[in-house]
């Protein structure tokens, strides 16, 4: 038995929803938040037999795709040029990858419906 954690974007959570209803996947939806873009995130726990867990993180893949993603001070304000200088890795905006989903896999020894 495998527990699947999948920490994804917010923009991805009803696509994922979607798909794992539509495959007979369950699954247990939390809000949460983090990330270093400070975005929005919805954790997903997803109880899975071993044989199921490819066919899982595919659908996990296939919901939430990496995309690309700004960081940094989009804003130039009076001063920012100076700050770029003395802090250039917090000011001039710069392209980052950002994944789609965060997926961990937990070896679960029991699961229990109660």
Same mark, same amino acid.
């Given at each position: 038995?495998?527990?699947?954690?999948?920490? $994804? +974007?917010?923009?991805?959570?009803?696509?994922?929803?979607?798909?794992?209803?539509?495959?007979? =996947?369950?699954?247990?939806?939390? !809000?949460?938040?983090?990330? =270093? *873009?400070?975005?929005?995130?919805?954790? =997903? *726990? #997803?109880? $899975?037999? !071993?044989?199921?867990?490819?066919?899982? *993180?595919? @659908? #996990? +893949?296939?919901?939430?795709?990496? /995309? /690309?993603?700004?960081?940094?001070?989009?804003?130039? %304000?009076?001063?920012?040029? /100076?700050?770029?200088?003395?802090?250039?890795?917090? !000011?001039?905006?710069?392209?980052?990858? @950002?994944?789609?989903?965060?997926?961990?896999? *937990?070896? $679960?020894? %029991?699961? #229990?419906?109660?």
């Amino acid at each position: 038995m495998k527990m699947v954690v999948a920490v $994804v +974007r917010d923009e991805y959570a009803a696509a994922l929803t979607e798909q794992l209803t539509h495959k007979g =996947f369950g699954a247990t939806k939390l !809000a949460s938040t983090g990330g =270093f *873009l400070k975005a929005g995130n919805t954790t =997903f *726990l #997803i109880g $899975v037999a !071993a044989a199921q867990l490819e066919e899982v *993180l595919g @659908v #996990i +893949r296939h919901a939430c795709p990496s /995309k /690309k993603g700004i960081q940094g001070d989009l804003t130039l %304000r009076e001063g920012s040029l /100076k700050h770029a200088a003395a802090n250039p890795a917090h !000011a001039l905006p710069y392209e980052v990858n @950002v994944g789609g989903a965060t997926v961990f896999v *937990l070896d $679960v020894e %029991r699961m #229990i419906k109660v």
